[in-house]
């Protein structure tokens, strides 16, 4: 590879040249002098991130009684599941989207996180907010929830702040195996619930939607009875 040519040649646009030594075989093509001059051209392709779950679908069993998350199942699965960025760029955001073919969004369908067993965050999909802050360990994200479910994640500057800032893809990894669906309904209708995950790098590329389907069994409960007091005096 020879990069001192002085001709038509430009190094910082990605293109190198090649020098042939044809001076063994001789011939009579455009490269048959002793030596000569190829120019070739590599475009890099800034690739989009790409996820791939442990798993593409999940049981989820009401809990008998009033519901504790105890239930919850697990969308990513601690570092099993896999968030790629083949370029090595930072990531902006995780989406997760409630597919719009399924029933309507019912109260009670969330999704949590959970770190160290515990529930760090509740959030309710039939619910908007806007730029919500919360903690896995040391890294710090925030969460919008609009009209029809989809809940976007953006990775954030600090704890408890809500200003963007790009973060590697190992940052948006423990977010993704944090993730869980939970329904805390005590008559849960729907009974198929398609999640599309994306996640979206600095350069704004959005990876190929990895779907995760939640398949609901209800529980038929038995009626409750609480007494006022447990005794009384005649």
């Known amino acids: ?9 430009s190094a910082s646009d990605g293109e190198t040249r090649v020098t042939v030594d044809t001076s063994s075989n001789g011939g009579t093509t455009a490269i048959s002098s002793n030596t000569e001059s190829i120019r070739t051209l590599i475009t890099a392709v800034d690739e989009a991130p790409e996820i791939t779950l442990a798993s593409s679908s999940g049981a989820f069993t009401e809990v008998d009684g009033a519901d504790n998350d105890s239930a919850a199942i697990a969308i990513g699965t601690d570092g099993t599941s896999q968030l790629l960025e083949r370029d090595g760029d930072d990531l902006k955001s995780l989406t997760i989207t409630p597919d719009s073919g399924d029933a309507a969004l019912e109260s009670g369908e969330q999704l949590l996180l959970v770190s160290g067993g515990s529930t760090v965050e509740s959030i309710d999909l039939d619910i908007t907010a806007t730029d919500q802050a919360f903690s896995l360990g040391s890294d710090h994200f925030m969460y919008s929830v609009d009209a029809s479910g989809v809940v976007t994640f953006e990775s954030t500057d600090g704890a408890s702040s809500t200003n963007a800032a790009a973060a590697s893809a190992s940052v948006y990894e423990s977010l993704l195996d944090a993730l869980r669906y939970n329904n805390a309904s005590d008559d849960p209708t729907v009974s198929t619930r398609d999640l599309d995950i994306t ?15 939640v398949n609901t069994t209800a529980v038929d409960e038995a009626p409750e009875i609480t007494l006022a007091s447990s005794s009384g005096a005649f």
């Open 1 to 9: 590879l020879d990069d001192s040519y002085s001709g038509s040649f």
């Open 199 to 213: 996640a979206t790098d600095a350069n704004d590329n959005t990876s190929t939607a990895a779907t995760f389907t």
